[in-house]
C-alpha cells in the first residue's frame, strides 16, 4: 500500500545537523538491534563513506527513541518516512526534527530534495551494498501469499487489491487517518525481491564485513 521509505533524521540541537557537518562531529544514533535498519545505515555510512556516526543500541522502540533524542541522549534516528510524518508530524513542522538522507530504491515523491543514501556512494560495490540493503523500504510491508498458492488465485488477489487502492471510499478513509498510499503492483514487488536475491556472493560478503 505505501513503500517503507526510510529516513535519516537529526534532532534540531544535534552537535552536527547536515551531511558536511557529519563527516567532522559524532552524531549518536538510537537503534534497536544489529539486524535492524536502525543499525544497518549509520554503520555502513561509517564504513564506506566515513561519517562518525555512534550508534547506541538496545532501545525497544520508536518512541523510546524519541524520548533519547529530546532528552540529548541521542541526537538521530532512522525512521519510516510515512510512519514519522503521521506520528512525529508537529516536529518536523517544527523544525525540532531535520530528515537529512533517505534510503530507498526512489526518493520520497515530497521530499526529491533528500538525496538517497545509495547516491552518496561513488565506488560500485558500495553502491550495491546500499541498494541492497535499500531494497528494505521498496518491498516493506507487502501481502504475500505461499507459493503453493494457485496462479489464478493470486491473479484474483492482486486484481483486487490494484482496485481497492483506487477505491474512492477506500482513499478518502486513508486521507481522513492521514496515510499515505502509494501503491506497487505485486508484480514490481516481485522483480525487486529476485534482483536482490541474486545479489552476488562478493557483494554480500563486503555488507558483512562492514557490518561486523
Known sequence: MVSATGVLV???????????EMKNREVIFGAHGK???????????????????????????SADVMHALERGET????????????????WLNEGKLIPFANYSLET?????DLPLVT??????????IFE???????VGRSFATPPEVPRARVTALRKAFSETMTDPAFLAD????????????????????????????????????ALQ
Not at 520520497?108 to 526529491?112: C, E, F, I, K
Not at 547516491?119 to 550495491?128: C, V
Not at 486521507?175 to 525481491?193: F, L, N, S, Y
Open 132 to 138: 541492497f540493503f535499500s531494497s528494505i523500504a521498496t
Open 75 to 90: 541526537h538521530a534516528y532512522v525512521y519510516i518516512w510515512a510512519s514519522l510524518k503521521s506520528r512525529q508530524g508537529a
Open 35 to 61: 539486524g535492524q535498519d536502525t543499525y544497518f545505515f549509520p554503520q555502513l555510512m561509517n564504513k564506506l563513506l566515513g561519517y562518525k556516526f555512534k550508534t547506541v543500541l538496545g532501545y525497544p522502540g
Open 108 to 112: 520520497p515523491a515530497d521530499r526529491p
Open 174 to 209: 486513508a486521507k481522513k487517518r492521514k496515510m499515505d498510499i502509494e501503491p506497487m503492483a505485486g508484480e514490481a514487488i516481485q522483480e525487486v525481491i529476485a534482483k536482490t536475491v541474486a545479489t552476488p556472493e562478493a557483494v554480500i560478503d563486503k555488507a558483512k564485513a
Open 119 to 128: 547516491d552518496l556512494a561513488t565506488d560500485p560495490d558500495h553502491k550495491a
Open 10 to 20: 537529526v534532532w534540531h540541537q544535534a552537535p552536527a545537523t547536515t551531511l558536511e
